[in-house]
């Protein structure tokens, strides 16, 4: 009588065991759903396609992934989210670009419920490993609109070989680019310099750091813009005179792909570009030994070092059917061991746990110019800023009225400060 | 009979009728409707009656775009319809390998926009292009091309130029082919050389043609987008913001779907302008 007690004693323990775990997360729960994503052309995109076979063998879901160069990615994204088309269940998104634009028209699905839900959510995802800035960067009015997928930032590339060769030190402050570019002019005439962002929109991602760095703001402290301040102007006539007098001819419709191009094809021996870009720089022959990675150096008058960081995000559709699904593909996307493989890949991972793990460690230990850009990346994840443009929720706007105040510089059609303060004209409209 | 018979044959215009509302007709109605609207993505759309193009009317960049679409629209047309014309002429002598002549012109216009404009920045990027390689061989300096805001619109009329003077030289062949030639023998019978023959008998009857050609030309030159777009993206600055581009750039790039609808309203109501003022040159050039 009392076996027979124990026996069934255990089989309703059994049986409850079984019940939890059937309540509990399961990879294969949406098994022959398909996904459908919208990606911008990125070294995290390209290696998510090539990795959807894994995501199908472990989940039984199939992801169906476009990918389109960043602004026909922008303009079909546009066209199917304005129109609430429920073609698209997941989308990388810039949230301090577009975020509280987005956030506004409803675009985004809240994932806090999902990271929130044991069922949905796998026991080892633990949200708190991404970088409190990243989180805080894609969550707009207590909603998480994205999840990070990698952090980037605008990096200071220079050619230690170059500078060897013509016997100029290592730039210590930022001052010291200009200077060096003379110096490598006068060395070498053939040997080009500079390159950098000219295109109109692009330009404040990688001007950013020269105005923070010599003590500038895009800001007034009462929250105007402020381009005409004397250091934001200073920080503007630096970057518009290194690509007026050390740039590339034509650099004003330079944006990433021309200034790699320059840099890997050896044509230039300095740039201030993206740390995504980092991989394919390095398939360039010769790069991975002559190169050097740094954040960009501090003002010598300030001390500021306040590079650009941004972290890319991919968020779920509002309008999605799919969104168990889509949730599902993007915790495999962002879990630390997806994106311990897309370190390969060239992709910063945004979670802690895999920066300081020993498979990022030991691909950063094969080359010195690899640690450098770690190192790089650390220091602009710890203090960097992802703000470009002065105060509004209209910042791609900002940004192209930033970037036109430049490129009328470039072309000296306008000194820095008169630019500036018709800039500031300008995005006072935006506010 | 005859009319009832007339009657009943009415309705099979009928899906080609549903066909042009579906998308022509609702599409225009829609962006006509949308351009009277404040709309911006994140905000409630709101009645603003003719305030966008109020706003045109004060916003710079509008002339701005309007001064570059017509400058792009009527070089590119000058020099299309003077370059496809000479070639046509040409065409026409041509007895050698004539399949194969016109084989290879076709090709420019079949190339997919987006192939000729990334051809046009690899060929004529300053640093990194082979045109400046070229001209330097030569003892050129080099150009900046599309990255030079006094060059920038001449380049990409050049760029369509070369892609759409073969389009035109066809249709001058086709013309010039299909015209009496015992007017062409009575001319030079009379003594007239080959310079008043071409403009005292040639030109006048290829004129219809010649008006056909520039309205098709017409109508893709005013809605010219891609290639601009691939090149320059409507730089440098606003140097070649065309109001395509313009239009692009606001709704897509910032979100303001109202105002761009009035920019390409506008747009559209040039473009069916255009193509009205050449259908009745073509009547008052008809022989």
Redesign the interface.
Known sequence: MRRSFIAAAVAVAALATLSAAAQGFDWRKHDGQTVTLLLNNHPWSQAMKDMTAEFTAKTGIRARIEIFNE?QF??RL??LM?GRSTEVDGFMTLASREG???????WYADLAPMIADKAATAPDFNYEDFGAGLRDASTIGGQVVSLPINQEGPLFYWRRDLFEKCKIAEPRALEDIPAAAAALKACDASQ?VWAAR????AIPYSMSGFVYNLGGSYATPDGKPGLCQPATVRGIDMYASLLKDYG??????HTFT?VI??LGQG?VAMTHESSNEFANIMRFPGRATDLGVLVLPPGPATGNSNPGVVGGGRASSANSRNKPAAWTFLQWATSPEVQTKLVQAGVAPPRASVFTGPAFNAWAAEQPVRRAWADALIEIGRTGTGIYQSPTD?I??AR?IIG?AV??VV?G?ASARDAACAADAELAKLQ | MRRGGATSFRWMVAPALVFAAAMIVLPFLYAGWLSLQETM???PSRFAGFGNYARLARDAEFWNGLRLTLLLYLLSLGLQLVAGTWLGLLLARADAARGLVRTVLVSPFMLPPVVVGMMAIVIL????GVA?YLLGQIGVA?R????D?DTVILTVALVDTWQWTPFVALIVLGGYLSLPQELFEAAEIDGAGGWRRFWHVTLPLLAPTLVTAAVLRSVDLLRFFDVI?I????????ASTTLNILA??R?????E?GYAAAIMVTLSAMVFGTVLAFARLRRSVAW
Not at chain 1, 248 to 253: E, I, R, S, V
Not at chain 2, 125 to 128: M, T, V
């Open positions: 602004e922008r303009a546009t066209t304005q509280a634009v987005f956030s506004r028209a409803g080009g000219g295109l109109r929109g590339p001819p034509g650099a004003l419709n021309q191009e320059l044509r209209r791609p706007e192209d036109n490129q009328q072309l059609r | 993505i994140g905000m990027d300053p640093g990194l400046n080099p900046l091309f599309l990255a805001p777009y090149t320059t993206s409507g730089g440098p600055g606003n692009y750039r709704g897509f790039e910032f979100f779907f």
